[in-house]
């Protein structure tokens, strides 16, 4: 049992370890092997969450620790494959814009920390999203090359910056946290994730940055029912 309280921890290291290998790859131009690391520390960063609570050993210091390996890999990772990705289409000095990324995904994560109003629910996009909006552009590249036209243009890269400024937007945005299993009180929780399962299995990487955008389009039809029922 003791052990099993220091399991949440221990996933969040991975998340961190993640980051860093990925890196070493980005640097090295091995982008699809970055991105394939982004998705592991995702399912880590989803985890650790979930498991600290079902251990009951929720705490500031996983809290923080979770913050730190977050700007790591969702944050950093992020910003050097778009580096990366800019720097190869030879836009020289613009391709330092990039580690923007970094900087938004930081002051994400530490308003986060602090915004109260972020417990059921998110403020801005959540930086591991944002990471895998990125991340799927390479794997795009590695195993859909009939998608090369698409994520090899000034638009998708400009994609990738422009959505990261949503990061520190105030759009507010729905979590997927259940309280309950029930359909009546997750239909619009479930009804994302089906048709997220359904897009992965016609598009693939493709449907990742569908899927994004079909999240915040979700949200604000949410938020747009909540204002109408509070105005009644």
């Known amino acids: 049992m003791k052990l099993l ?10 998340n961190l370890l993640c980051g860093c290998i ?3 790859m980005a640097l090295r131009g091995h982008l699809d ?12 960063d989803f985890g650790d969450g979930f498991v600290a609570r079902m251990v009951n050993v929720s705490g500031p210091f996983g809290k923080e620790l979770d913050s730190l390996a977050d700007v790591v890999t969702f944050g950093a990772l992020p910003a050097m494959i778009v580096f990366q990705l800019c720097w190869f289409q030879n836009l020289g000095a613009i391709s330092y ?11 994400r994560l530490a308003n986060f920390n602090i915004d109260t109003r972020q417990s059921e629910s998110f403020i801005g996009l959540p930086v591991p999203a944002n990471a895998m ?14 998608f090369d036209a698409i994520w090899k243009n000034d638009i998708a890269l400009g994609m990738m910056i422009g959505f990261s400024f949503m990061l520190v937007s105030e759009l507010p945005l729905f979590a997927l946290k259940f309280k309950t299993f029930g359909w009546a009180d997750n239909r619009i929780k479930f009804s994302f994730l089906i048709a997220s399962v359904l897009l992965l299995l016609f598009l693939q990487f493709a449907a990742i940055p569908l899927i994004i955008l079909l999240y915040i389009l979700v949200s604000l039809f949410t938020n747009e029912r909540k204002d109408e029922r509070a105005k009644k």
């Open 33 to 44: 092997t970055a991105a394939w690391l982004i998705g592991l520390a995702a399912i880590l």
């Open 22 to 24: 990925g890196m070493v």
């Open 97 to 107: 814009g990039a580690f923007l990324i970094a900087v938004l995904s930081a002051l």
């Open 133 to 146: 909006l990125i991340g799927a552009f390479p794997l795009m590249e590695r195993y859909q090359p009939q």
């Open 5 to 14: 309280k220091h399991l949440p921890n221990a996933m969040t290291c991975g």
